[in-house]
């Protein structure tokens, strides 16, 4: 979506912090959201003043009117040298961070104030300092669809690096995830481990997608399409302050998903510091535990097991267990209001293990609620970090499950190996044209579902719940799915023997001629 020179420039920068010595892709965006944050500081201050001298209405300010305040601001303080500059923002500016009053009135409140408290300044050298602001400067933050892909740029560099991939679910991945939710601009949307706050952001973009007129809809000179959202103005207070959620108990990664949301176009999304499934989460955030979020799209952490003394006992309740994965779906399960959808990604083992605590688990989303889909992924997807095979669950709070409809993903248009290229083979369209004619959302399959989707050789097929109850609740794929086995034809083995042996009788015959002529 950015133009050839925005990301020639940020490629620039990026080579310039890599031979700076800062090599942590994490590290350089983290740096870079700081600047962005004091520029955008300053802007939101030059706008207050315009409105101001028009209005002749006093404001609150968020830089003092001193000689020292006013050098906080980006405008004053971006032309330092870089030995100055460094020292100036690391002693002065980034301190001045965390005391900044931003009141849900001002276009910058989210907590991004909050977890900036202990920015720190890691760019050492100063001409990589330089160079960091004079591109920061140059950015065109006013934006807001243009200023979302170069965040979108940036934390892709998460994935080409191979470093802190593990925080970062493939775009790709969570643009299918969304449209199959289909969230609407009346939604409470909430991502329990939000890391970079990828899945939250992208949900903003779908909606200025859909959301955009005509007149809203623009190309660049090379032809990207942007969408302004124009249209979601009648919801805008909602999306700003209370449609997004995110937890997490990373500090770093809750600085980078409050920027991610405000470069976005939300001015005060709910970007949390708090540990989804620990107890202490009743205490802190007892309306959003429970009951709480119209959609949940998540891919919570699956590695480890967790000590059950700290675990929210309620979560308990729905699964007695310590791993993880089957804790974050039980606690989605409760986040959610009745009627509440959620696109989750949960390890194969979710869907097949034999422990009770699994077992317990599935039946809880087939009887008490309804398990809608399942889409089998390729186990190459999150390679280079993660090679386990991996699905997307889609259920509903709330119900009883009458059929669970399957697709069987193998291949999301990259290749599956660590270099995850781009490739032509890509079942993701036909994933979700498939769902959404289940869904009973296009003509196709309108009439007769069930008979449409009953061939289970295909990619997309149904089983009813009552065969998956007759097999423990099993929602393995291929527990399910037939194999169509071709009949290979071969020639009678004396036929075959017959002609090894004139093939034999030939090669001696050569060899004497051969030796004829030695």
Partial sequence: ?????????????????????????????????????????????????????????????LFPQTPEGQLLRWQNFKNMSGKEMRLHLRDKVYPYFGEIDLTRNGKLQNDMSKYMRDADMAIQNESVLVAAVEMVDNLPLTESDIKGDIYEYLLSKLT????????????????????????????????????????????????????????????????????????????????????FWGFDFDTTMLRVSSMNLLLHGV????????????????????????NFADVVLANPPFKGSLDDHSVNPDILKIVKTKKTELLFVAHILRMLKLGGRSATIVPDGVLFGSSKAHQSLRKTLIEDNQLEGIISLPSGVFKPYAGVSTAILLFTKGGETENVWFYDVEADGYSLDDKRDKIEANDLPDCLQQWQAYM????????????????????????PAEEIRNNKYDLSINRYKEIVYEEEEYDPPKEILQRLMDLESEIQKELEELGRML
């Fill in 1 to 61: 979506m950015l133009t050839g020179t925005l990301r020639n420039n940020i490629d620039k920068l990026w080579e310039k912090f890599w031979t700076g010595g800062i090599t942590n892709p994490l590290t350089v965006i983290e740096q870079i959201s700081y600047l962005m944050f004091a520029r955008l500081l300053d802007m939101q201050e030059s706008a207050s003043e315009r409105k101001a001298s028009r209005t002749k209405k006093d404001f609150v300010r």
């Fill in 160 to 243: 080409t690096a191979g470093i802190n991939g593990q925080f970062r679910t493939p775009r790709h991945i969570i643009d299918l995830m969304i449209a199959m939710i289909d969230p609407q601009p009346t939604d409470i949307i909430c991502d329990p481990a939000c890391g970079t706050a990828g899945f939250l952001a992208r949900t903003m973009e779908y909606l200025n997608r859909q959301y955009s007129s005509e007149a809203g809809t623009f190309k660049d000179e090379e032809g990207n399409i942007h969408y302004s959202g124009d249209q979601l103005e009648p919801w805008r207070s909602h999306i700003d302050n209370d449609m």
């Fill in 267 to 290: 001015s005060s999304a709910n970007i949390l510091y708090q540990d989804s499934l620990n107890k202490s989460i009743k205490e802190h955030y007892p309306r959003q535990e429970e």
């Fill in 440 to 463: 009973g959302k296009t003509a196709k399959a309108e009439t007769d579902k069930q008979e449409y989707f009953s061939d289970r050789t295909q990619k997309a097929f149904i089983v």
